[in-house]
């Protein structure tokens, strides 16, 4: 098949590697990556890969694909680009739709100490994260995860069923219509990263490890990092030793 993947990060290095595997004419849409970012382009070049950094709205595609893969990448796809495969475009979200649509959708689910997320692939259409559901699946947030392990748990786990949903997609299956309550999110750190001192001690733990995914920055309080609750309270006492010493954030 004729297969245009827009990719990034490690899952989309994965993707193409399944897809490369899999025997598919594969062009790809990426991103400029940082050095701790696993990076497509690189992998594109080392597999002799035609890839692009342009975004795809505003491209002129390079063949009239069979399926479009989104897998983390960052631009939003409009309506030319979903109707040049006739529909079968499909993308990778980290939550459990219609939950967590938009950005940071793990960090979020921490914060709000919710005892599980996952990971939704779904038709694209003219929402952001709106179409049917091709594959949904439930992943545990544990008490000691970070924003880093369990990026890390849902990416390994969603990949494992890459192929699945590019089956799904590539025959045009008919998917599950989006039900429940719906919450978006917009690109940019939750609260700056910056601990609102009146939230409770479980969320201040929870905000904590939602933000802990090197090197990205830590959760910061008045402009100092923390990385643990009791970083936070010794941060607290140098700003406040009365209300340290009154126990106020005990």
Same mark, same amino acid.
């Given at each position: 098949?004729?297969? %245009?993947?827009?990719? /990034? ?20 849409? $990426? ?17 002799? $890969?035609? /890839? ?9 595609? +390079?063949?009239?694909?069979?399926? %479009?893969?989104?897998?983390? /990448?960052?631009?939003? %796809? ?19 739709? +219609? ?12 914060? &709000? ?10 038709? %694209?259409?003219?929402?952001? &994260?709106?179409? &049917?559901?091709? *594959? #949904? ?13 369990? /990026?890390?748990?849902?990416? *390994? ?20 219509? #989006? ?6 999110? +917009? ?7 910056? *601990? ?11 905000? *904590? ?5 090197? +090197? ?35």
């Amino acid at each position: 098949m004729k297969v %245009i993947l827009c990719g /990034y990060h490690w899952s989309g290095c994965e993707a193409l590697r399944q897809l490369l595997a899999g025997n598919h004419d594969v062009f790809v849409y $990426t991103h400029e990556s940082p050095y701790f970012v696993p990076s497509l382009a690189d992998y594109c070049r080392r597999t002799g $890969t035609m /890839y692009s950094f342009e975004n795809i709205s505003r491209a002129v595609l +390079p063949f009239s694909p069979d399926v %479009i893969a989104s897998i983390y /990448y960052r631009n939003l %796809i409009r309506q030319s680009v979903i109707e040049a495969c006739d529909r079968r475009i499909f993308n990778l979200h980290p939550s459990l739709l +219609p939950a967590y649509r938009g950005c940071s959708s793990l960090t979020w689910a921490m914060i &709000d100490r919710q005892a599980q997320t996952g990971f939704t692939y779904h038709y %694209i259409d003219e929402g952001c &994260d709106t179409g &049917d559901i091709l *594959i #949904q699946e439930k992943v545990a947030i544990l008490d000691f995860d970070t924003q880093a392990t369990l /990026y890390q748990r849902v990416a *390994i786990r969603a990949l494992e069923r890459f192929g699945e949903a590019f089956n799904l997609a590539a025959v045009k299956s008919r998917g599950q219509p #989006q039900s429940g309550p719906a919450s978006y999110f +917009p690109r940019g750190c939750p609260y700056h990263g910056d *601990i609102d001192p009146s939230w409770s001690r479980e969320r201040i733990e929870a905000f *904590i490890r939602a933000m802990i995914h090197p +090197p990205y920055p830590c959760a910061t309080i008045n402009g100092r990092e923390v990385r643990s609750l009791e970083e936070f309270d010794a941060v607290s006492r140098a700003i406040s030793p009365q209300v340290g010493d009154s126990g106020g954030f005990h």
